[in-house]
C-alpha cells in the first residue's frame, strides 16, 4: 500500500498562487508514476499534471500549461504542484494519485493509490 496525505490548499484571489504538496509513504515507490487530478462537483475527475518519479519526467494538461508545475522531492518523499496566476475556474477539489503500473500517466483509471484531497478556491 502507498500512502498519500495532500496539503497547501486553501483560498485565493485570481492572479495569485499556491503550492500544494503531497506527502507520499508506504511501500517502495520508485518507479511509479504519480499525477494531480481535479474535481469539481458535478463534474468528472480532471488530469492536470503527472510525473515520472524516477525520472522527474512531467506531462501537463493543456488548460494548465505554463501556469502549474508538478515536481517531486525524493529525499523528502514529496509530490508538488506550484500553482501560479490561478483563475476561478481553476478552483476544485485536488487530488494527488499514484500508479505503479505506469511510469506516467493521464487517465485516472490508470492510477492506483488517491489520496484525499485538499480544497481550492479562487475569487474572483
Known amino acids: 500500500q502507498v500512502q498519500l496525505v495532500e496539503s497547501g490548499g486553501g483560498s485565493v484571489q485570481a492572479g495569485g498562487s499556491l503550492r500544494l504538496s503531497c506527502a507520499v509513504s508506504?511501500?517502495?515507490?520508485?518507479?511509479?508514476?504519480m499525477g494531480w487530478f481535479r474535481q469539481t462537483p458535478g463534474k468528472e475527475r480532471e488530469f492536470v499534471a503527472a510525473?515520472?518519479?524516477?525520472?522527474?519526467?512531467?506531462n501537463h494538461a493543456n488548460s494548465v500549461k505554463g501556469r502549474f508545475t508538478i515536481s517531486r522531492d525524493t529525499a523528502k518523499n514529496t509530490l508538488y504542484l506550484q500553482m501560479n496566476s490561478l483563475k476561478p475556474e481553476d478552483a476544485a477539489g485536488y487530488y494527488c494519485?499514484?500508479?505503479?503500473?505506469?511510469?506516467?500517466?493521464?487517465?485516472?483509471?490508470?492510477?492506483?493509490?488517491w489520496g484525499q484531497g485538499t480544497q481550492v478556491t479562487v475569487s474572483s
Open positions: 494519485a499514484a500508479t505503479r503500473r505506469f511510469n506516467i500517466a493521464t487517465l485516472q483509471d490508470s492510477y492506483d493509490y
Open positions: 508506504g511501500r517502495p515507490f520508485g518507479t511509479y508514476g
Open positions: 510525473i515520472s518519479w524516477s525520472s522527474g519526467y512531467t
